[in-house]
């Protein structure tokens, strides 16, 4: 007899899914910006957008939350006289209900401070302080659809106000700036996505910028999310920066130090941190090609601190940790996945060229740079011309940099491509320099890498057999100089 086979509606598996928080927080969108406001379409009928939100809301949340509100205020709205009459009644209505624990009307109340405040503009400025501390009360929770409300009533807000806002940030950044040290990272993520918006509205970056790193001398757990508030505002769409970034890049990293940044003292290397984050943010986000801006922008900075450093002024102590600060950042997005972002590898070179050269350079910034050169010429995502390469090898031996610090570099290097064509020749001729010097902690410290290279490249037989491998070290006799 032939069995019938399984209904579809009996299949061993519940193809049904419940999302993680994780899954959630990804599917939570709260760009206002590039939405098709359809809010005031019907502004024919009705003369306020509060008693249209009303309306909407009335038919769409049943819940004896939204009910009890409801009858509260609707026969305070109906007109916009009778809405400016009736604010305060209205606003404290909305306060009282937006602290019910649990409540089932967050989603029309948020709504509604959103078009009250398109409705008053300026007479409901003076209650955002109030409302923003009752909206951030609502984030510390697992339902992923009031975090999405919260934030899309603050977007909201930041996008009706801005303009009164813009004239009064420094207050408005000292009350928002909590969430940037909330102890939850999509929270401080949200955050500076949502307040990014009125960030690029400011006609003077640079004053904001000085306000915002200087917060971090007393808050330096709001670094972090100060760079990736940064990277907000400088986010475009489609993997790209915003038009504001070539601007906006400049400005924030002359922040890094006094040489760049004079008659303001900010925590120096908490700024550094906030700019690597959003340098590390950037990196995940942005494609290589559309990248350049934030490397021309670093380029421009570590020539122009270089410049200071090299001229030997009063300012040079203060450059050189400038421009250490600036490396740091430089390493970050050169080894960020093996040279991923590197847009013009060898226009990079040529500025770690130049760095190399210096006879200015101090120890810890030194070892920088020969971390970032290590990275440049291992990436497996940079290509760069051998000539280059060669070039760049020569100077590294020939610099003025310490010779432990060339030689621990040069331990990093066994594993590049074609090590014996474009490396080694310069070693060897490093090295026998080292062992005709005299100094006996130098010809220790060159027999020391030879040593290194050739158990790397020629490692010995660990069956127990006596077999050998070779690995032939050819000197000419020349020294580096």
């Given at each position: ?42 502004a ?50 909305l ?48 339902d ?7 934030f ?15 004239r ?50 007393q ?77 021309e ?140 010097c ?36 050819l000197?000419?006799g020349?020294?580096?100089?």
């Amino acid at each position: 007899m032939k069995i019938k086979s399984k209904s579809s509606y009996h299949k061993s598996e519940n193809t049904y899914r419940f999302l993680t928080f994780a899954e959630r927080l990804a599917n939570v969108n709260i760009d206002v910006i590039h939405r098709i406001d359809r809010t005031g379409s019907y502004a024919e009928e009705v003369e306020t957008y509060f008693s249209e939100g009303l309306t909407k809301w009335k038919d769409l949340n049943l819940t004896e939350h939204f009910t009890t509100f409801l009858k509260e205020v609707s026969n305070k709205s109906q007109s916009f006289n009778m809405l400016v009459f009736h604010q305060k009644s209205i606003v404290e209505s909305l306060k009282t209900h937006l602290t019910v624990k649990n409540s089932l009307a967050y989603q029309p109340l948020l709504d509604l401070v959103v078009q009250l405040a398109r409705d008053l503009q300026t007479d409901f400025y003076p209650h955002f302080p109030d409302f923003f501390i009752l909206i951030t009360s609502l984030l510390d929770t697992k339902d992923t659809e009031v975090l999405e409300w919260a934030f899309t009533c603050l977007s909201y807000l930041y996008k009706y106000l801005w303009r009164l806002m813009v004239r009064d940030m420094t207050n408005i950044y000292s009350l928002y700036s909590t969430l940037l040290a909330h102890k939850k990272e999509h929270i401080r993520k949200f955050a500076a996505e949502s307040f990014s918006f009125l960030m690029r509205k400011v006609p003077d970056l640079d004053a904001l910028l000085s306000h915002v790193f200087s917060d971090l001398q007393q808050h330096p757990d709001k670094a972090e999310g100060a760079g990736q508030l940064l990277f907000e505002m400088c986010k475009g769409v489609r993997n790209m920066f915003h038009s504001c970034a070539a601007n906006a890049l400049p400005i924030a990293l002359r922040k890094l130090g006094p040489s760049t940044n004079p008659g303001v003292s900010l925590p120096w290397d908490t700024v550094r941190d906030a700019l690597d984050h959003m340098a590390q943010a950037a990196a995940d986000h942005v494609d290589t090609e559309h990248f350049l801006v934030l490397w021309e922008s670093l380029q421009v900075s570590v020539v122009e601190v270089l410049g200071v450093m090299e001229a030997k002024g009063e300012e040079a102590d203060q450059a050189t940790e400038q421009l250490e600060r600036l490396l740091f950042i430089v390493h970050t997005l050169v080894s960020h996945r093996d040279g991923a972002k590197v847009t013009k590898p060898e226009a990079v070179c040529q500025t770690v060229l130049r760095l190399i050269r210096s006879s200015s350079l101090s120890a810890s910034c030194s070892r920088l740079l020969l971390q970032i050169t290590s990275s440049l010429l291992l990436g497996e995502n940079i290509t760069l011309p051998k000539a280059l390469i060669q070039e760049t090898v020569h100077k590294v031996f020939g610099s003025t940099m310490g010779q432990d610090l060339i030689l621990e570099f040069t331990k990093e290097m066994f594993t590049m491509e074609q090590f014996e064509q474009l490396f080694l020749p310069s070693l060897l001729r490093f090295t026998a320099g080292l062992f005709s010097c005299g100094d006996p902690l130098s010809r220790h410290c060159g027999l020391d890498v030879l040593v290194s290279l050739i158990l790397a490249k020629a490692p010995p037989s660990t069956d127990g057999s006596m077999a050998f491998e070779t690995y032939p070290l050819l000197f000419t006799g020349q020294t580096t100089g």
